[in-house]
């Protein structure tokens, strides 16, 4: 159990069977009254976040998570499979991962989550390369990087490209923002 | 154009203005203990020991006993300190003005805090139109006073003052009203239920309301201010309720500081007092979103 002075951001918790994330975490004492601690949770399994309020005497549950690191493999019926030289492997649908899942590269090494025995979870490379599919056709000589538009990825993810990119160049992409960072040459 | 000041002048110029507002208007600086045997007993508040002793939580209970000697008008600016109160608001040590002023109440003391303002911002700032979190904040002319009351029916739909509910009140008070108040000027909520009136006196009624405010400015809290609590047998009662809730919660328990006690048996004058946090004014001030930034050595 943790208490409520262990708190701080970027902890994980668990309340009512719910793993969560602390994401944001504010140390607040109004005039004469008691500490608290005010915090904005994030949902570990469905992404959800809202706002949660903790008294210095309350306890707070520690959830029962580790982490390992695997290689994302293939895709199947049954949802995304990540492998791992032992042959240790977690498979996760795309609900679970979400936009993630669009920048998953085969056997790129990413670090899964589990929450009780389940992967809930996974954490990318920070960069990853993705060809262009599709994309208005680059205006010639236009190196500006300051003015984007819209082009998909393979799997049909939309991101903002500058007008130079044509389809089939490979850009370099933010997984934590989704942003583009370059072109690969 | 020149640079912005640095933190340090800043806070240099802040108490060369706040100390020149208090002396022409007749208040004397005084210094009190720093280390004290008993600090003033108070469910929320923990002392940092220091060895038998314990450093003040804030200079309250000496100053009181200065007035109750025959002193008019002092103030105190010095480090005070509270256990575990770290955040972009607290730190473990910071510095507090307190002065107080005899035959005086809590309304008497608003008007010395907005004199007191009014003239820090224009010698500090040049002007009372401030930058605060993005904001503009026109100290002057307008503050806007609240009831406890009217604050929490408005924002929270109930009235604690009414029927107290420490738990909710402490929760509602962050999650609810602190957020509603207004930013763009100062705002002050006064008149609090009389179970938290900490040391100020009550006034009778139906419900009874403590004479106590508290000054917000671009959200921060920056003042508290009590129509001083005199009678040493209520003081008494409420020293030995704020002990046995400390004992049930586990907490320690400081010694009752029977010296002012005694002062006021031989009697302390009505009087006002009004502390207020220099750090967060220097915030205030410097535009500053965290405390660590307005202080030389935010590492210790």
């Known amino acids: 159990m943790y208490s409520a002075s262990d708190l701080r951001k970027g902890l994980r918790i668990e309340l009512e069977g719910v793993p969560y994330l602390i994401t944001e975490f504010q140390f607040n004492k109004p005039g004469k009254g008691q500490a608290l601690y005010v915090c904005r949770l994030k949902n570990l399994l469905t992404g959800g976040t809202h706002a949660r309020t903790f008294r210095a005497v309350d306890k707070i549950g520690e959830p029962r998570l580790e982490t390992k690191k695997l290689r994302y493999s293939y895709q199947d019926a049954t949802g995304y499979v990540f492998l791992d030289a032992n042959y240790e492997h977690a498979t996760m649908s795309a609900e679970a991962l979400g936009d993630q899942r669009f920048f998953l590269t085969e056997d790129a090494e990413v670090e899964v989550l589990y929450f009780n025995g389940e992967p809930i979870d996974i954490t990318l490379p920070t960069f990853v390369e993705k060809t262009i599919v599709e994309t208005e056709p680059g205006a010639r000589g236009n190196t500006a990087t300051n003015v984007l538009k819209p082009a998909k990825i393979e799997g049909g993810y939309e991101i903002q490209v500058p007008l130079f990119i044509n389809t089939g160049d490979v850009a370099v992409i933010d997984t934590r923002t989704g942003a583009y960072v370059q072109r690969k040459t | ?300």
């Open chain 2, 1 to 300: 154009m020149d640079a912005a000041p640095s933190a340090l002048q800043v806070r240099g110029r802040l108490l060369k203005a706040a100390r020149g507002f208090l002396d022409e208007r007749g208040f004397l600086e005084v210094e009190t203990p720093v280390r004290v045997r008993a600090p003033a007993l108070e469910t929320h508040i923990d002392a940092e020991p220091s060895g038998a002793l314990y450093l003040r939580t804030s200079p309250e209970l000496h100053m009181k006993r200065l007035l109750a000697d025959g002193a008019e008008r002092i103030y105190q600016i010095g480090p005070c300190f509270r256990r575990g109160e770290r955040g972009p608001f607290h730190r473990p040590e910071y510095t507090m003005l307190e002065w107080y002023r005899r035959d005086a109440d809590y309304m008497d003391m608003l008007v010395d805090a907005k004199a007191l303002l009014d003239a820090v911002c224009r010698e500090v700032a040049g002007t009372t139109s401030l930058r605060h979190a993005g904001r503009r904040i026109e100290m002057m002319p307008v503050w806007e006073c609240l009831t406890v009351s009217e604050a929490f029916r408005q924002w929270a739909g109930w009235d604690p003052v009414a029927a107290y509910d420490p738990d909710r009140f402490d929760l509602d008070l962050v999650e609810k009203v602190q957020p509603a108040l207004p930013r763009d000027r100062p705002v002050v909520l006064k008149d609090y239920p009389a179970e938290a009136a900490a040391l100020a006196r009550c006034r009778a009624g139906d419900p009874p309301v403590a004479e106590r405010w508290e000054l917000y400015a671009g959200g921060l809290e920056l003042a508290n201010a009590f129509s001083e609590l005199t009678d040493p047998e209520e003081q008494r009662r409420r020293f030995a309720a704020c002990a046995a809730a400390r004992e049930a919660a586990g907490r320690p328990v400081y010694p009752k500081d029977e010296a002012f006690l005694d002062a006021l048996r031989e009697g302390l004058p009505p009087c006002g007092g009004v502390a207020l946090g220099i750090d967060r004014l220097h915030m205030l001030l410097a535009g500053a979103a965290h405390i660590d930034s307005v202080v030389p050595f935010p590492e210790e």
